[in-house]
Every structure is written in C-alpha cells, then in structure tokens.
C-alpha cells in the first residue's frame, strides 16, 4: 500500500487570497500524478494530469507544479473565489501499477 | 457524450443485507475502476477491469464484494451481506484504453448506509 499524504486537510480564505497546498507522494517508481477538483454532491473532476519531473500546468487561475525527485506536487490558487470552494484531491500512479492511490484530500472553503 | 453513471445514488439498507452496485462507464472505456471513500477518508481502491478481466483486484476488504462486467460494458458491485462498516460512498471510474495517464472520468457515486 502506497501512502499519499495532502495536507493542509481544510482550509478557509477570504474571497481574493491567494493559496496553496501540498500532496506528497513516494519518489520511487513515478509515473504519473493526478489533480482532481470535487464539488460537493458531484463527481471528480480532473484538474491536470502530470508525468514529467519539473512540470508546471495552468488552468485560469489554478496551477501545479511537479517535483517526482524529492515526491511532491503543489496546486495554486490565485485570487481564491467562492466557486472555488471544493474538496482538491491528488492521485497518484506508479510504473509498476496500473491503478491510482488517491491521498484524503483538501477541502477549500471560500468567504465572499 | 454521455458520462459515468452510478446507480442507485443512495441506498440504505439493513446489516445482513444484500445491495448491488451498478455503474455504466463512458462508451469506448475499456477500463473501469471502483473505489471507495470511508467516513471523509481518502479515496480507496478497490478493483480495476480491463473490458470484462479483472486486472487487479487487491482492494476488495474480503469475499462479501463481488465485482463484475460482463461483456465488457457497465459493471456491478455486490455486498453480500453487508456490514456496517461496508457505509461510504462508492465510486465508479473508467479511462480510456490507449491513454495509459489519461484522466479518470468519474460518476457521482453510490452513497451506502448499512443500519
């Protein structure tokens, strides 16, 4: 069993701020990593896919980055709104594995 | 295009009980996932279908779960009987057969409560 760890567990900004938070992963046997954005009462959605060590991926506001030497991934948020408010979810696949580890998950909450 | 689709979205049932699972994946999705998030935990693994073979199916917790996809298409999961601490929400997700770090298209879920 793999172990993939986010942190921070929750988090709550004021509309404007930005944030950032962590998924660590083992630095062995990369293959790819995963963000997910899920709304509550909805299904995951993926964010960015990332396979290459030193990738950096942008979508509007949100980015992430990538480090598979020293195991982490770092997802953006710049000028946080309330839409934003989800639960950010990182998953991980090795190269001997053909199945995703998911780590628990941030949950974001934005105030107006 | 037609998404993941789950059913039923929320079932609440008796301990010993049986409940069956289904889950539809995007048409053209050889592969199929189930995974499933305990009380707010992270989200667990359970089976991986590749067309109607189980490719690996590690993360069953025991022989209560039983997975299948027959022909390939939709797949079901049964919990016989079913525990309490069989509640969560399970998960359905597929990816594309060529597309070896494609992203997992995932349905809305089945919300289980075992009394």
Not at chain 1, 63 to 81: D, F, P, V
Not at chain 2, 100 to 111: D, I, Y
Request: with cysteine; glycine share 8%; net charge neutral.
């Amino acid at each position: 069993i793999l172990n993939v760890e986010q942190s921070p567990q929750s988090l709550h900004v004021q509309e404007g701020d930005s944030t950032n938070f962590t998924c660590s992963f083992p630095s062995s046997n990369f293959y790819a990593l995963h963000w997910y954005r899920w709304e509550t009462a909805k299904s995951p959605e993926a964010l960015f896919v990332m396979t290459l060590n030193g990738d950096e991926k942008k979508k509007g506001r949100i980015s992430a980055t990538l480090n598979t030497k020293e195991g982490y991934s770092y997802l953006y948020i710049k000028g946080s709104q309330p839409e934003d408010s989800a639960t950010y979810l990182c998953a991980f696949m090795g190269v001997n594995f053909n199945k995703f580890y998911f780590g628990s998950g941030t949950k974001l909450n934005v105030k107006p | 295009e037609a998404g993941v689709t789950q059913f039923p979205s929320h079932s609440v049932i008796e301990k010993g009980q049986t409940v069956t699972l289904r889950c539809d994946p995007i048409s053209g999705h050889d592969n199929l996932y189930w995974y499933r998030r305990v009380m707010g935990k992270e989200i667990k693994f359970l089976l991986h279908f590749v067309k109607e073979s189980k490719q690996d199916e590690s993360g069953m917790p025991n022989n209560r779960f039983l997975a299948e996809r027959t022909g390939g298409t939709y797949s079901t999961l049964k919990v016989q009987p079913a525990e309490l601490e069989d509640s969560g929400v399970y998960f359905c997700a597929s990816r594309h057969r060529d597309d070896n770090t494609g992203e997992l298209f995932f349905g809305e879920g089945s919300r289980l409560t075992v009394l």
